[in-house]
């Protein structure tokens, strides 16, 4: 089974900030990836699909890039709505693994 | 609107079964996969099963193979997940999710519901 694992665990930024967060995959995936965001009580929420693509309504401040096995959400201008988890999953025609977690706080 | 609505969640021992829906509305159900996603209490999100667009496909995540089954009735827009020999470790909030592309099995999933809670103890 394919792992995947982001880091770091917990980051802690200010508004405005440009925040970075990685995901690794435990083998090649190509760009079957995508980010959500996840705020307390709520549903997650589809940011990014296959590594790079802009989900339709989602701010052009978040952005992917990656492919293989290593892959990276950006944030260029973090906002007060942005505080929150962010996660990673890979998905396939068979298989379907999130990371662990990302939580974005406020410094 | 496009929306999915879980219900069924509730306080279950250990050992019953309990059994979720997730019905649709806003689009065309019997068009796309459906999964089903848990986060355990302070936890991260668990895949825990997918149904493919018209039934033919189902897969599990080894947690819960042989004790939660999903499946689907097109003629209801309702999706569901039958979960027997219920044990703590499955208390979460439950999700139902569509898949991105119709006609398609492995895509993003880019609309879910608010989550049913399932909490299991004696």
């Known amino acids: 089974d394919i792992q995947m694992t982001q880091s770091p665990s917990t980051l802690s930024a200010s508004v405005g900030d440009r925040v970075t967060i990685t995901c690794r995959a435990s083998?090649?995936?190509?760009?079957?990836l995508a980010w959500f965001q996840k705020k307390p009580g709520k549903a997650p929420n589809l940011l990014i699909f296959?590594?790079?693509s802009l989900q339709s309504g989602i701010p052009s401040r978040f952005s992917g890039s990656g492919s293989g096995t290593e892959f990276t959400l950006t944030i260029s201008g973090l906002q007060p709505d942005d505080f929150a988890t962010y996660y990673c999953?890979?998905?396939?025609?068979?298989?379907?693994?999130f990371g662990q977690g990302t939580k974005v706080e406020i410094k | 609107q496009m929306q999915l609505l879980e219900s069924g969640g509730g306080v279950v021992q250990p050992g019953r079964s309990l059994r979720l829906s997730c019905a649709v509305s806003g689009f065309t159900f019997r068009s796309y996969g459906i999964h089903w996603v848990r986060q355990a209490p302070g936890k991260g999100l668990e895949w825990v099963a997918v149904i493919s667009y018209d039934g033919s496909k189902t897969y599990y995540a080894d947690s819960v193979k042989g004790r939660l089954t999903v499946s689907r009735d097109n003629s209801k827009d309702t999706a569901y997940l039958q979960m027997n020999s219920l044990r703590t470790e499955d208390t979460a909030v439950y999700y139902c999710?569509?898949?991105?592309?119709?006609?398609?099995?492995?895509?993003?999933?880019?609309?879910w519901g608010q989550g049913t809670t399932v909490i299991v103890s004696s």
């Open positions: 083998q090649s995936i190509s760009d079957w």
């Open positions: 296959k590594a790079s």
């Open positions: 999953q890979h998905y396939s025609r068979s298989s379907w693994t």
């Open positions: 999710a569509k898949e991105f592309t119709g006609f398609w099995l492995g895509d993003a999933f880019d609309l």
